[in-house]
């Protein structure tokens, strides 16, 4: 057959129907990790999905933020999990799933020719213990999830080397941050996203290297800019005037005293000053937004120090990979999600310090697997079952000429076999459904119920005093309902004192609302063609052409701009 390049397909999804594009370097690429079995390679087909369709897929299968009390099925202890009580899923604590007080081989079992690879893999999944949480050598910081190397930590999620930090994700090696999201080596934050090295500043969103700023988008090296946008070492500037230390001193007090309505008049603020098309730092033919340090890196979101990737978000030093979500150090990657310094590695979830591996799921320090579950420093095994090298290459090349048959080859899991609800993962907050159109898709919901803390009283979230003043401690012992969600949520010690030392008021809004309107602030993973607001050339951006806000080609920005 030939083909001529780029190949227009169309979303196998009936709910979708997109047309997407597979170029010659796309083709090139599923060539290159294409697998040899037994002497034999078995080609990697081109995606039968949409982008879009195919991230959800995968964000169907990471449980971030929804942490449930049950027990240890080994110890019986009351946990925490990801796995809420409900689901037939085995869950294990952290420290028993990694004691040799059970064996992932005595669940191996034959596969069966007579029923589809997924079907039987699911099975597995549900028969194998898996960890309560994805957390490792954090201290005091049990509220967390896919977490490393935290101190003092509470509602962490996605997070690394922080300390007396909350409500965040996406946070790395910062301190004393709350309510964050997409931060790096900040220190005293509040409110603040996608930015890095900032200290004691609230209410940023793509800054770097700030202090003592609030209400800002777009600083680098700024110290005390309160209400600005598109600066670069400024200081003492108020809506981009600057003033002399004093008047600024004194015009800020009276800003501060209506925080509130100032936060509102920013959103407009910030619509008024021009966007660049990309957020891009030392970028070399790259598409997508949020790039940093990267080459050849194709729609690809929230990424850094990337090489000849594409269909990549929120993955960090990564060469050759394509269709991978929160993956990093791993080279030769296609359709992974949660996975950490692998080679080689085809349709997997939360695999460590592999390689080659395929169809396999929480997988460690391992080689050489098809189709397993929860193996540590394994090699040769089907099914969580143990074959000699022979064996395994000669059953493996059998299985996939049986799932080329059954259309699963090339294919990431179903998102019916997940072992979390739709909603209760990633893929509600990039690809939101209702109900009933998870339901129809024969996926699965969760109806979210609160249980009421153990209280005192409970405190409407509209009707507390602006004035942390004028909250009295007693404030934790009690509830607080969420003006917008009416969900109770209850303040820790640490947080009101983050509070108090800052002069900000008592959250309204539960911590899911919050962390859903930061998401917001975001670009959606996706790019359209408009033109550039200043000079018409055409652009790629992930702003859609119907939004307000000013958008520039490059050549315009740096002029305007810089
Ligand atoms: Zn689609
Ligand atoms: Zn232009």
């Known amino acids: 057959m030939v083909h001529t390049f780029p190949m227009q397909q169309i979303c196998a999804n009936a709910w979708c129907k997109q047309s997407f594009e597979s170029t010659d370097e796309d083709l090139a690429f599923y060539r290159k990790i294409s697998p040899t079995f037994a002497g034999e390679t078995f080609a990697i087909p081109p995606p039968t999905q949409c982008f879009s369709c195919r991230q959800a897929r995968r964000l169907a299968y990471r449980n971030e933020r929804h942490l449930y009390h049950r027990s240890c099925d080994l110890t019986r202890k009351d946990i ?50 898996r960890i309560n949480v994805n957390n490792m050598d954090c201290e005091n910081s049990d509220f967390c999830n896919f977490s490393v190397q935290n101190r003092n930590c509470y509602l962490l999620f996605g997070a690394l080397e922080n300390q007396d930090s909350f409500y965040s994700n996406r946070i790395l090696y910062c301190k004393d941050c709350c309510d964050c999201s997409g931060i790096e080596k900040c220190e005293l934050c509040y409110e603040c996203n996608d930015s890095q090295r900032c200290y004691q500043c609230r209410d940023l969103q793509n800054c770097s290297h700030c202090t003592d700023c609030q209400l800002g988008y777009n600083l680098h ?44 008049n920013f959103q407009q603020r910030k619509l008024s000053a021009p966007r660049k098309y990309m957020d891009a730092i030392n970028t070399e033919h790259c598409t997508g937004n949020a790039i940093i340090n990267s080459k050849n890196a194709l729609d690809c979101y929230e990424v850094m120090d990337l090489e000849d990737c594409r269909y990549l978000a929120n993955a960090t030093f990564m060469r050759d990979a394509y269709d991978t979500t929160h993956d990093d150090h791993s080279e030769l990657v296609y359709e992974a999600i949660g996975s950490e310094t692998n080679f080689m590695h085809l349709f997997c979830d939360i695999c460590w310090y592999d390689r080659e591996l395929l169809y396999c799921s929480m997988c460690f320090n391992s080689q050489n697997l098809f189709g397993c579950c929860g193996m540590r420093k394994s090699k040769y095994c089907i099914l969580n079952k143990q074959y000699s090298k022979e064996e395994y290459e000669k ?11 059954t259309g699963e080859w090339g294919e990431f899991f179903p998102v019916c076999f997940s072992p979390f609800a739709y909603n209760e993962t990633l893929a509600q907050e990039h690809s939101p459904l209702s109900k009933d159109a998870v339901e129809e898709r024969g996926w699965n919901w ?68 919050r962390h859903r309107r930061r ?10 063609d408009r033109q550039c607001g ?27 701009v810089y």
């Open 519 to 528: 998401m917001v602030l975001r670009n959606p993973r996706k790019l359209w």
């Open 221 to 264: 090296s700024c110290k005390n800019c309160f209400g600005c946008v598109n600066l670069q070492n400024a200081s003492f500037c108020i809506e981009n005037v600057a003033y002399s230390e004093q008047e600024y001193k004194e015009l800020l007090e009276k800003k501060l005293s209506s925080y509130e309505q100032e936060r509102k």
């Open 446 to 513: 969760k109806d979210e119920e609160d249980d009421m803390p153990d209280v005192e009283k409970v405190i409407e979230g509209s009707r507390l005093p602006a004035d942390i003043a004028a909250i009295p401690d007693d404030i934790l012992n009690w509830a607080i309902r969420c003006e917008v969600t009416q969900r109770p949520f209850r303040i820790m010690k640490q947080e009101l004192a983050f509070y108090r030392k800052f002069h900000i008021p008592v959250p309204h809004l539960h911590p899911d609302e």
């Open 80 to 129: 925490l999990s990801i796995y809420s009580p409900d689901k037939p899923t085995k869950v294990y604590e952290h420290s028993a799933w990694w004691s040799d007080k059970w064996d992932p081989l005595s669940y191996g079992r034959d596969f069966d020719f007579s029923r589809p690879f997924f079907e039987q893999f699911f099975e597995l999944q549900t028969a194998v213990p």
């Open 534 to 560: 200043k000079c018409s050339k055409e652009i790629r951006t992930s702003y859609a052409p119907e939004r307000p806000e000013i958008v520039y080609c490059e050549d315009c920005y740096l002029k305007e």
């Open 395 to 405: 059953l493996v090349a059998k299985i996939i000429k049986y799932m080329q048959e």
